[in-house]
């Protein structure tokens, strides 16, 4: 006779379960997705470049005063872009004077850290997908678009105050001027090929407004105290660009950004930079 005990039982109808069955009760797909994630996070070229030469190497246009720009006096650079990329050299190495720069241009900043010429750029650039198909961004570093400038004490503080026969100059490649063209076809615009050449209209009078990319205006209102900078009636963030695929660092630079504007230190450096040409208007 043959004693079938409990145990016997449970192991024999074990072995009719197939093992896909039987896995699919222990083995998550987004959990296992969430391991990798996790062991992956562990490893990055690029930090682990920058703690072995102590030096994080950020490349820039270093072309726009108020953003990033090198004092030809103290060999410093000077601007909100430059002290961004110091907090994060202090962030990372413990130290602000930890940073290295890059000159970049339009043709070699993607290349540049597509290449690890560059650890990251931090510039007045954005996301967009034909920049994706080289390199990654983090979240927003600086709220940029088109904005309007105006001497103070002008009645216009919107795109709402530009009426019939007010006089909008804009520089020919800024595309954003149509918003305001759909809004107010009837207000007098007048072109001009760059922003040195428009603003120098605005200032002889030739204009009551004068609208282009708030970088360019803060530019502006920073060569003259008696103009301001007043509305930003489009958004285009700008944001630090990383070597593609690398998940670690992305992750690293937006729990950094989140930090620094948790701190108030965002705060701090925006209102240093932008505060006294009208940056609260625009933020």
């Known amino acids: 006779m043959i004693r079938v005990t409990l145990s ?35 490893r990055s070229e690029t930090m682990g470049n920058i703690k072995k030469r102590g030096k994080v ?6 072309k726009f005063p108020i953003m990033n720009i090198k004092n030809p006096a103290t060999g410093r650079n000077e601007g909100f ?3 961004l990329a110091r907090a994060l050299a202090k962030n990372m190495l413990g130290d602000e004077n930890k940073v290295e720069w890059t000159v970049v241009d ?18 007045t650039t954005g996301a967009s997908a034909e920049k994706a198909k080289l390199v990654d961004f ?12 105006v001497k103070k ?30 809004k107010v076809p009837d207000a007098t615009y007048i072109e001009f090929e760059n922003s040195k050449d428009a603003f120098a209209a605005l200032k002889a009078g030739q204009g009551d407004v004068f609208t282009q990319v708030v970088t360019h205006l803060f530019r502006a209102a920073s ?45 701090r450096l925006y209102n240093k930079w932008f505060g006294a040409y009208g940056g609260n208007a625009v933020k």
């Open 81 to 83: 872009m430059a002290d």
């Open 223 to 267: 060569q003259d105290p008696d103009y301001v900078v007043v509305n930003r009636f489009t958004n285009k963030p700008y944001c630090i660009l990383l070597k593609k695929g690398d998940l670690v660092l992305e992750s690293y630079l937006n729990d950094f950004l989140r930090g620094l504007r948790a701190s108030g230190e965002y705060d």
């Open 106 to 123: 339009d043709d070699t900043r993607l290349s540049s850290v597509a290449e690890g010429k560059v650890d990251v750029v931090i510039d």
């Open 153 to 182: 004490g002008s009645p216009i503080k919107s795109i709402d105050d530009i009426h019939k026969g007010t006089r909008v100059i804009y520089v020919k490649a800024n595309p954003d001027v149509k918003d305001i063209k759909a």
């Open 8 to 42: 016997h039982l449970v192991l024999a109808l074990l072995t009719l379960i197939p093992v896909s069955s039987a896995m699919s009760q222990t083995d998550n797909p987004v959990g296992a997705a969430a391991v990798t994630s996790a062991d992956s996070s562990h």
């Open 57 to 62: 190497l950020v490349g820039s246009e270093q």
């Open 138 to 149: 983090s979240d927003e570093t600086f709220r940029s678009g088109s904005g309007l400038l």
